[in-house]
Every structure is written in structure tokens, then in C-alpha cells.
């Protein structure tokens, strides 16, 4: 039975990470940049908090440009999928 519960919870942890993968599945350096851009988002979010988001919109704009960046990797990825030959 432990087995069988091991196997469903791995099971469910890979389809669960494909499905987050989206367009990004089968390109893992996209898929760890994407990974690091959305820790990095949520740092900046607790740094605003630390600070009362008195950073004169600086962090507020990192978060926006590191939205945009997730979008190009999504098309980068969607890109490289397209041309694969």
C-alpha cells in the first residue's frame, strides 16, 4: 500500500510540473529560468513589504519587467517548439 501511495504522490508531483510547464515542457533551462524569475519576483514582493513599499515604485517595476520576462520565455519556448524539426 505504501508503494502504491509513493507511486500516486510522484505520479501526481510529475503531472502537476508538466502541467505548470505549459509551452516550457521538455526545455528545462526555460523551465529553471522561470522557476528563478518567479522566486525572484517573490523576494522583491517580501522586500516591499519589509520596507512599507516605500522604494519610490523601483520594486513595483522589477515585478513588471520580470512579468514581461516570463511571457518571453513562454514564447521562446513556444518559438523553439514550433521550429522543432
Avoid: C, R
Wanted: glycine share 4%; hydrophobic share 50%.
Amino acid at each position: 500500500m505504501k508503494a502504491f501511495l509513493a507511486s500516486m504522490a510522484v505520479g501526481v508531483l510529475f503531472a502537476s510540473t508538466v502541467a505548470l510547464a505549459g509551452p516550457k515542457a521538455g526545455h528545462p533551462n526555460l523551465i529553471a529560468a522561470s522557476k528563478h524569475l518567479k522566486m525572484a519576483s517573490e523576494k522583491v514582493s517580501a522586500a516591499q513589504t519589509a520596507n512599507e513599499f516605500d522604494m519610490e515604485g523601483h520594486a513595483a517595476k522589477a515585478k513588471e519587467l520580470m512579468a514581461q520576462a516570463q511571457t518571453e520565455l513562454d514564447q521562446a519556448a513556444a518559438a523553439a517548439n514550433a521550429n522543432k524539426k
